[in-house]
């Protein structure tokens, strides 16, 4: 249901406190008393501002039709939407998950930091989830395969743009919006939060060190094709979270480059359409001087990969190892001058995406528990599981922490357009570092209310439990990030990472 209140029409705004009234009341209403209730809940909307725009592409687009979003002769009007608690729909395919301030604690990613009119945005995007993406996810985890279906329908929706400039066609999504948009697919589907993450990262780095025809032709392809982008960074004999340092080596020859190396963690492999490589140009071992992005066509000739990928969890982001010997790039492939990469503050958002991740699926788990205990009935005594207390101690618990995680979350996210360089690495390490120590712990935890049958392939809590495990294994790591936050603490050098070659502040 959507409630919607037009300033002038001020009978029609008194019935709409009314029912947003007798919605919460709803919510808090036994079952016997809610359905006569949630009954009250009706579409006062009328005409063209009736009309989901369904059919559009372009959010923004869908959102001006109805007048959700002001025009150019638009004044803002704002926008109230509520949705009673029996119409939300299955999560995961298994069992009705119920929303998040249900768990305890409340949705701030949305609630506190995000407009009316982004909250409509993260709506839409919770519903594509729920009814499309989430019953495809056990599917994809157990083939290892990318979701490309569900690519597809986040590109419908406009998501695959979404970081990208509005002047290029993009939604433009400001930081606190992308990461309630992310953090809401991953409650869903883990894999395909992830990949898009990575993907909207590559965006951002084409959008801040990009030339102008990098960005007309590369946002253009996302925009009107829905073509993805992965990025390659990961090496074998050196690990991110101690140095950024690369082997994989590029080189001017003649008017094109030549990529040679091999790359581990390659995400989205055969499912992208362009990869951004992390390269040392010719070889060089100061990455502050010789760190050099490169975009790769996926059919460039001198690609290959031995296609292994067999994991315990993040299987369907198919990331295997992948070699290149001799691959030519074209000069235009080239993306940013050397060492660029690392002075923009587009790096740091990896981690705090990573974060948004962990906690849609900590969230998601811990639904599934609840929604468990709830209907489970144990004998002798006849009661569900959710009576006994030392299970309402642990639901108690984990629900706390999850609302201090997303606390921090949301306000890294919301202070984050405006921070600089450093201050991202912070932030980022600070989400990261919550999300990842509370979401292992709400993962595991859920399985344990559950008790066996939590571990059955058949519920989404073993499938969490093992996203969340491997998902938090991407750098930085809880150490690098404790100590780099420490360092903040202390007045010294607070990078994110330590780049090869450069001296540390401080």
Known sequence: MRLRHQPREAAVLRVLRALHGAGRRARRAPPHGRARRVALLV??????????????????????????????????????????????????????????RHLGHADVARDRVVSPIQSALVE?????????????????????????????????????????????????????????????????????????HMHSTVMRFIATIGSV????????????????????????????SRSILMETTVRREGADYVVDGVKHFCTMALGAS?????????????????????????DAPGIT?????????????????????????????????????????????FALGYAAVYLGIAEAALAFAIDYAKKRIVRPENVAVAMDPAVQRHVGELAA?????????????????????VERGLLANRAK??????????????????????????????RAFRDLRTSTLMPPTVDRMLEAIGKSVLGLDAAMFNVAGSKPRG
């Open 43 to 100: 579409d006062l909307g009328t005409g063209r501002d009736h009309d989901p725009p369904r059919r559009s592409r372009n959010v923004l687009r869908a959102l001006r039709r109805r007048r959700d979003l002001p025009g150019a002769r638009r004044p803002p009007q704002p926008l109230h939407r509520g949705l009673a608690a029996g119409h939300r729909r299955d999560l995961h395919g298994v069992r009705p998950v119920p929303a998040a």
């Open 433 to 462: 570092y919550l999300a990842t120590e509370v979401g292992l712990h709400v993962t595991s935890k859920a399985i344990q209310i559950v008790g066996g049958r939590g571990s059955y392939k058949d519920f989404p809590a073993e």
């Open 401 to 421: 922490q999850l609302d201090a995680a997303n606390l921090v979350l949301a306000d890294s996210a919301a202070r984050w357009d405006g921070a600089d360089v």
């Open 213 to 240: 025809e990098q960005q007309r032709r590369y946002f253009d392809e996302v925009v009107r094709q829905g073509k993805l982008f992965g990025s390659w960074g990961s090496e074998p004999a050196v690990s991110l």
């Open 274 to 298: 362009h990869y951004m490589v992390w390269c040392a140009l010719d070889g060089g071992t100061d990455m502050a001087k010789s760190l050099q992005l490169v975009l790769v066509d996926a």
């Open 124 to 196: 839409r995007i919770d519903r594509l989830t729920r009814e499309k993406i989430a019953p495809r996810a056990a599917e994809y985890d157990l083939a290892g395969a990318n979701p490309v279906e569900s690519w597809r329908d986040l590109w419908r929706e406009g998501i695959l743009a979404g970081a990208i400039p509005a002047a290029h066609g993009g939604l433009g999504l400001d930081t606190a919006t992308y990461v309630a948009v992310i953090r809401t697919i991953a409650r869903g589907c883990a894999n395909t939060a992830m990949t898009v």
């Open 305 to 349: 990969t031995d296609g292994k990928w067999d994991t315990l969890g993040m299987r369907a982001t198919f990331s295997p190892s992948v070699t290149f010997t001799g691959v030519r790039v074209p000069a235009e492939g080239r993306l940013g001058d050397p060492g660029a990469a690392t002075r923009v503050g587009v790096i740091e958002i």
